[in-house]
């Protein structure tokens, strides 16, 4: 994609978002008043701006062109790509892109709250209640990813941004999720939808990325669940500097629930943590099923019998070789139709159908 922005004058992504090919960087600077540096992100700096022309208010994304042959030309690729094909409320919005030889402008909606990562270093942790509330949105933004078949692969608190500032006036949790450079989307069915590479923050990769195993969408439940976990109770489930140690702490044992704040979390959502945290993929959750859980309701009770249709499947097993066809099944399956499948399930199990 990058090859096609030496043209001159406007044309369009086929998500509709214009680009715009500058004659020199200081021409950006006609258009557009840049303000207050926001923060840094995977290629560039990002600043507060206003388009002169109408006084809107945007952030913009400076990014210097990486050279030919960079890995980051990908990732560049990725990121606009994707977020010119996406639209949902909690995910970033592409305004504009403006390019020149040497630089190119990525305007996006402004989320003037920061990121989750600062604001629990501020806050320390979460209630419940907020919670509840930061997870939905990212379930449902995530659910809408996977069923385009797009996985992010890195899902952290900083790429997790607020649109507006939480205060005493405004407690709306209105996240949006940003940073779509290591993001995928996937091609075929069965086999050929699994990705390989390591990619992602470490204390936020699932196991089977860690191992160097092939995966699938299932990568980001487990992200969904970290980030669960330290919004409410301000650390992450399992820490190290090395991959490898890393693995062998979510492999020897179970999800501990240590801190004194744990106290005031109900069951349901500590049972949710360890359907998210599921160091095997196949039977973990995934977040079009997070998203019908009682517990966005404020329902506190814990959910009795198996989780999804790979759980009921699973009882059935009888041998080794069922456990690795199931595991095949799991990463065929897109994870929005899950949910329909262990519908059926049940049906067919009492004779519905």
Known sequence: MLQGFGQSGPSELDGHVPITRLKDNE?????????RQLGRGTFGEVYETTQIKTQSKWAIKMVRRPPPGSPKVEMLDNEIDILSQVNHPHIIRLEAIYSTAKMMYLVTELCEGGDLKQLLQQKKFFTENETRKIINCLADAVTYLHMRNIV???LKLENILLKNPINEENSEMDVKVADFGLSIKKKGTGIERMMSGTCGTLIYMAPEVLRGNDYSQWCDAWSIGVIMFMVLCGEPPFVSTTRENLLKKIESRDLIFSQSIWATISD????ILTKLLEVEPVYRMSPSDLLGSSWFRGDTTVPSGPNNIVEMMGGCLDDEEDEKMLSFICFAI???????????YCCININLL
């Open 152 to 154: 992010h692969r890195d």
């Open 27 to 35: 021409d950006i600077r006609d258009l557009y008043e840049i303000g």
């Open 268 to 271: 349901a959502a500590k049972y």
């Open 334 to 344: 897109p994870s929005n139709c899950t949910s329909a499948l262990t519908l059926a």
